[in-house]
């Protein structure tokens, strides 16, 4: 069983340098994707350079989003609420694209996706005793520092399962931590 850590990226190589060397140790690949559309619809340059990587070069996988989500609403009058939709299929979009890359690995193995500054402790992690092939990290939170940290605030940001039980990266991330009344 392999472990591989997913995330997007833009601009974030202290924070994707933190991560490498904090989860290498644990994880056999890492997932990185990039588009060339930012959230908000406009083109941008690729920024994420492998050089930059060079003890990890062997372990990423890098992917480029090179066009935008199908499912875009162009004639929208700058209307708060499609702009918005708009942003979030973007993000979605980008991150469902990381699932191109899982051909290459078996079923079994096992999916880690987060924001770059959710990083996971793996130290005590045994993913083949899982047991419903998912898993929720209950993270410390810090807000925009490191030195800032909120103890009373749960966080559950990494979420992994096996390739198998993968519907896409997104609804991955829309897991909760516990089931929720309808009403």
Known sequence: MKIIDT???????????????????????????????????????????????????????????????????????????????????????????????FNQFSPNDFILYSDNDEIPNLENINFKKISNNKIIFNQKLFYYKFNLHLPKVNWYGTKGCSIKNLKTITWLRNIKNKKYNKY
């Open 7 to 101: 995330t997007t990226y833009y601009k974030e190589d202290l924070m994707l340098n933190l991560r490498f060397n904090i989860l290498d140790r644990y994880v056999d690949y890492f997932v990185i994707c990039e588009a060339k559309f930012s959230h908000s619809g406009q083109e941008k340059e690729l920024f994420f350079d492998i050089k930059n990587f060079k003890k990890f070069e062997k372990k990423i996988i890098y992917l480029i989003v090179e066009n935008e989500p199908n499912n875009i609403i162009i004639n929208h009058d700058n209307k708060t609420s499609i702009l918005r939709n708009n942003s979030v299929q973007r993000i979605n979009f980008q991150r469902d694209f990381i699932k191109k890359s």
